[in-house]
T-cell receptor, first 117, second 115 residues
Framework: GAVVSQHPSRVICKSGTSVKIECRSLDFQATTMFWYRQFPKKSLMLMATSNEGSKATYEQGVEKDKFLINHASLTLSTLTVTSAHPEDSSFYIC?????????????FGPGTRLTVT | AQKVTQAQTEISVVEKEDVTLDCVYETRDTTYYLFWYKQPPSGELVFLIRRNSFDEQNEISGRYSWNFQKSTSSFNFTITASQVVDSAVYFCALTATGANSKLTFGKGITLSVRP
């Protein structure tokens, strides 16, 4: 149980285009989802927290208009990188928290490696 | 504010050696959770353990063991008889309780196990 999928696992796009990454909780309802960014040889940096049906809460320094997050249902959150540039190239990881458990645990997706050329 | 410190950045051992990865945390919350994750080269985070702040019992799972000491705010991880497959980045993390509580990660420790 508690499986989170991400799609796509890898994506290469050209500068100026937009890329959408999907995060799905497969066997539980995720009342809260989180999006992280990880640079090479660095730790995970929280970008935003999203709750189903409401606007995402972004961390300081993260551009809301650049990284659009939509948590439309209890099993799906999407991150859209708009007008991507090479500096947006990174490893993006989502996680989901099971609303029926009080364990504090986040279940992580396998990550999406974005390369902007 | 929460903080997780993993002072070791890179550790290299020879197979079959024991290795301990240190984790020190700071929090003002009375109830919190501590975690260890493994991140192999593939990038996927692998959950290893969750520890509730009220449970100070040490835990052993196969070659893995964890030592939680509230008095020193530490949650150290020991791998006994290390294997090449243990090579990865290991993250210690901390979160308060609550649905929107954020997970604070340490900087990670890169463990290399040489044959």
């Amino acid at each position: 149980g508690a499986v989170v999928s991400q799609h796509p696992s890898r994506v290469i796009c050209k500068s100026g285009t937009s890329v959408k990454i999907e995060c799905r909780s497969l066997d539980f309802q995720a009342t809260t989802m989180f999006w992280y960014r990880q640079f090479p040889k660095k730790s995970l940096m929280l970008m935003a927290t999203s709750n189903e049906g409401s606007k995402a809460t972004y961390e300081q320094g993260v551009e809301k208009d650049k990284f659009l997050i939509n948590h439309a249902s209890l099993t799906l959150s999407t991150l859209t990188v708009t007008s991507a540039h090479p500096e947006d190239s990174s490893f993006y990881i989502c996680s989901a928290r099971d609303g029926n458990r009080g364990s504090g645990e986040q279940y992580f997706g396998p990550g999406t490696r974005l390369t902007v050329t | 504010a929460q903080k997780v410190t993993q002072a070791q950045t890179e550790i290299s051992v020879v197979e079959k050696e024991d290795v301990t990865l240190d984790c020190v945390y700071e929090t003002r919350d009375t109830t919190y959770y501590l975690f260890w994750y493994k991140q192999p080269p593939s990038g996927e985070l692998v959950f290893l353990i969750r520890r509730n702040s009220f449970d100070e019992q040490n835990e052993i799972s196969g070659r893995y063991s964890w030592n939680f000491q509230k008095s020193t705010s530490s949650f150290n991880f020991t791998i006994t008889a290390s294997q090449v497959v243990d090579s990865a980045v290991y993250f210690c993390a901390l979160t308060a309780t609550g649905a929107n509580s954020k997970l604070t990660f340490g900087k990670g420790i890169t463990l290399s196990v040489r044959p």
